[in-house]
Structure formats: C-alpha cells, structure tokens
C-alpha cells in the first residue's frame, strides 16, 4: 500500500504539473503578461504554490522546484520571465555554491586526491568522447558535435543538488561529497577555459 500510494501521488504530482502547464498556465500568463512586474510575481507564485503543493503530498522542495519550472518553461511567455528572474536566478546560484562551499571538508583533500584527479578527468575526457560517439550516431555535423560535447563536458549544478539531498539523507559520506563537489569545481573552471579557447 505505501508503495502503491507513492505511485499515486507522483502520478498526480507530475499529471497536474503537465495539465496545468497546458490549459491553465498560458491563459494566466496571458492575462497578466502585460506588466512585467505582474508577470514576475505570477511566476514566482506559481513555483511556491506548486513547491507547497510538492510536500504536502510528501515529496521534497526539490522535486516540486522542478516541475514548477518545467512547467514554466513550456509556458509560451518563458522567454519573458527567464529575462526577470535571471538576477533572482544568478542570486541563488551564488548561494547555492556558498552553502555548498560550506559543506565540503577540505581537511580531507589528501584522503581523496586520487579520486578527484579520476572524476575530474572522467568528466573531461571521457564524457566529451561519449557525447561525440552519440551525436555522430545521429548523424549531426562534426562541428555540432565538438560544440555540444565541448559545452557538455563539465559536471552539472543538477548533481550536485542531487549530492547535497543525499549528503542530508545519510546516504552519502563526507568524503564523498568533498570529492565529488572538488571534482564539480575543476570541471567547471578547466571546461570554461577549454569552451574559450
């Protein structure tokens, strides 16, 4: 019975966030797009509406934060408020990576070494390889695909999120996190110089 009602309710989770996205959204998006503070403020609403909505039901902010934005994204004014919440978007960012900053314990930097020179040339070598290998299946052109895997190469803020869920469950150690959130950091620093240059 738990089981079958979890099924339910991330059926109805995900099944509202696609019906409302379809039918409701674009008609209140449509009605307020107008003003753009208006506009601003719905969107914001919706993502703590449907946030609330995402633990009552019994799952966690993140699942909720996802689908709100998933459901913002297929709205037809998405362009209109990613523009105004960018500078909101940019301020989170930086705390995200503040507090994930906080989390990591450097004193263990020489217990995880290795592991972070792996990761670290996984996510730059290999990854790239295996994104190339897909899309030259596909039949895109070799410039396409030097691109795409080049801007693909380093390890995702969506992980770490992932990381950071588990670190707070107790499914994942400390070091774990150290290395893993290391190996994030050096990915993102060397794939911007390998993207610029």
Request: aromatic share 16%; charged share 10%.
């Amino acid at each position: 019975f738990p089981i079958l009602a979890l099924v339910l309710k991330a059926s109805l989770l995900f099944g509202l966030a696609i019906i409302l996205s379809k039918f409701l959204l674009p008609s209140v998006f449509k009605a307020v797009s107008r003003q753009n503070e208006l506009l601003f403020i719905t969107a914001l609403a919706w993502c703590f509406i449907y946030i609330s909505f995402a633990i009552f039901l019994g799952f966690s902010v993140v699942i909720g934060a996802f689908l709100a934005g998933m459901a913002l994204a297929n709205s037809p004014f998405h362009f209109q408020i990613q523009g105004k919440i960018k500078p909101l978007r940019e301020f989170f960012v930086a705390i995200f990576f503040v507090y994930l900053g906080t989390q990591v314990n450097f004193s263990q930097i020489s217990k995880v070494y290795p592991l972070l020179i792996f990761f670290t040339a996984y996510t730059l070598l290999a990854k790239p390889f295996i994104f190339l290998l897909l899309l030259g299946i596909f039949g895109f052109r070799k410039h396409t695909m030097f691109q795409t895997a080049l801007s693909l190469t380093h390890i995702s803020e969506f992980s770490l999120i992932l990381l950071l869920v588990g670190f707070k469950l107790g499914a994942v150690s400390q070091s774990a996190l150290t290395t893993i959130a290391l190996s994030a950091v050096l990915s993102m620093i060397i794939a911007s110089v390998m993207i610029t240059h």
